[in-house]
């Protein structure tokens, strides 16, 4: 996973006088009142000079239990928890943030959005009124809604009009008739077993999970990043199609599309067929449905982060439809603090884990730089994937030591994240692939893993199933196979 830079700046990156300022912020918050203003919106109060408003995250005092509405769910289908849990969660908030939202309304805040996975409300306000706000006690913390950018890269050109044409440059076949309709995406690639896997599918010991059975028939994968190209021959036949299926938190997209392609990539590592002759995803029958992080400007925000976990649980916001995914898939994190705890999507984890989904995040790029585990990763309820190179060793850019947050021995599994063939943006629905190495990579291929043994053992807890993947001394079998309980034969 490629390091995502935020807005936020480090406390020891501040002129002291700016230090000075925020901490007088946080003294009159705690007298006045029951509110903490956290540092990072403490110091931008201190500073301001206009009629600003600031994007922030009101967070309630009053939140659920999570020990007493995991207990509603016993009993409840896997696929439906999500949507019962949520509408509990409503259920719950709706009398407390009544009151705020009321006062929010007459103090005229801007793009107020109720956060159901963490009982707050996210608005945009002025520095006099957020003093206001920080004196009621419903109020636990008020936080900077921090801006993410999306993970860098040099965006694809087209390939139908390159930046430096030569005499007897050959053009894609689709760029001969540019009047000509693109193939319909779902008619395209579907799964073959004939054809030969991809080599790291192969190291893996795919192939012999297909051959018995296990290709991720009948689970769903949720992509949590720059969304994915519906375009691609290798991906558009494993979107499920719901009309909830796809969210973009932004409103901006309303069919699914990639306008950055990382998405895409990590996609292809649980799902892709193999349009371009070779199968590259560890689950190629699959499906995925995504959710898009950032806007059209590459940026997100916490609270829009927020509002993602909340869709997760119920993609399409009917409670009785069996629609929750098995497995999320996140290649996001604020990677510009490695070695920190960040628990602000502590319990949107929590809710996700309790609904029966695998939650799996790249563990951060931070390496080798010692302890440098990222948040949410290092969060308990993440499985954080660490990436392995070409050797089978830890790859040096990979994040590493103990989590900030528990102590746990970081990252929880390792999967190789070093040049994975994989998919990438499409121009049209051609097949185009690429090449990808970090965290994100070796995620997607845990991500893919695990929905052969959601597959292969539906009923088995959450733990146990991850427990699975780990190595196991003196088994040379690679983790899927011995998961599995397949004898591995060699790829023909």
């Known amino acids: 996973m490629p390091a995502i830079p935020s807005s936020r700046t480090s406390w020891s990156a501040r002129p002291r006088r700016a230090i000075a300022l925020a901490a007088g912020a946080l003294l009159w918050c705690s007298q006045a009142g029951a509110a903490t203003v956290e540092p990072e919106l403490a110091a931008r109060l201190a500073r301001d000079t206009g009629p600003h408003r600031y994007p922030v995250i009101l967070r309630l005092a009053q939140q659920p239990d999570p020990a007493q509405f995991a207990q509603k769910l016993q009993g409840v289908a896997q696929a439906q928890r999500g949507g019962r849990l949520l509408e509990a969660l409503k259920a719950f908030n709706a009398p407390t943030q009544a009151p705020l939202l009321k006062e929010l309304q007459t103090r005229r805040a801007e793009e107020v959005q109720p956060l159901d996975t963490v009982n707050a409300i996210a608005a945009h306000l002025g520095a006099a009124d957020i003093r206001e706000l920080a004196k009621r006690a419903d109020i636990a913390t008020i936080r900077y809604d921090v801006g993410l950018l999306a993970p860098s890269r040099r965006l694809m050109g087209d390939p139908c009009r390159p930046e430096r044409p030569t005499p007897r440059q050959r053009l894609p076949k689709s760029c001969r008739n540019p009047g000509a309709a693109p193939a319909a995406p779902a008619a395209l690639a579907r799964f073959d077993p004939a054809l030969p896997a991809s080599a790291t599918l192969q190291l893996l010991g795919a192939p012999d999970a297909w051959r018995a059975g296990f290709t991720g028939k009948g689970v769903t994968v949720a992509v949590v990043d720059t969304g994915v190209d519906l375009m691609h021959p290798d991906l558009a036949g494993s979107f499920r199609g719901g009309a909830g299926d796809w969210f973009d938190v932004h409103g901006e997209q309303p069919h699914p599309g990639d306008r950055h392609g990382h998405g895409s990539q990590i996609t292809g590592l649980v799902t892709g067929t193999g349009a371009s002759g070779q199968t590259l995803g560890v689950a190629p029958q699959a499906k995925w449905i995504a959710a898009r992080i950032y806007n059209d400007r590459n940026v997100g925000r916490l609270s829009q982060l927020h509002r993602i976990m909340g869709w997760l649980l119920d993609p399409d916001g009917k409670p009785g439809t069996a629609d929750a995914p098995q497995i999320v898939l996140n290649a996001w994190g604020l990677g510009d603090r490695p070695g920190q705890c ?112 959601v597959q292969a053992h539906p009923d088995m807890p959450l733990a146990q199933r991850e427990a699975l993947l780990r190595g196991a001394e003196g088994d040379a079998r690679p983790p899927l196979a011995r998961a599995l309980g397949l004898s591995v034969r060699s790829q023909p």
């Open 342 to 453: 960040d628990t602000e999507f502590e319990r949107d984890l929590q809710w996700l884990r309790a609904a029966g989904m695998h939650v799996v995040f790249a563990a951060g790029n931070g390496g080798p730089m010692a302890d440098s585990s990222v948040s949410p990763a290092n969060n308990a309820g993440a499985l954080a994937v660490g990436a392995l190179d070409g050797n089978g060793q830890l790859a040096m850019f990979s994040s590493r030591g103990s989590s900030a947050c528990d102590a746990r021995p970081y990252p929880d599994l390792l999967a190789p994240g070093e040049l994975l063939q994989t998919t990438d943006r499409s121009a049209g629905a051609l097949p185009v692939t690429t090449r990808g190495t970090g965290t994100s990579f070796a995620a997607a291929v845990v991500a893919g893993e695990l929905a052969l043994l």
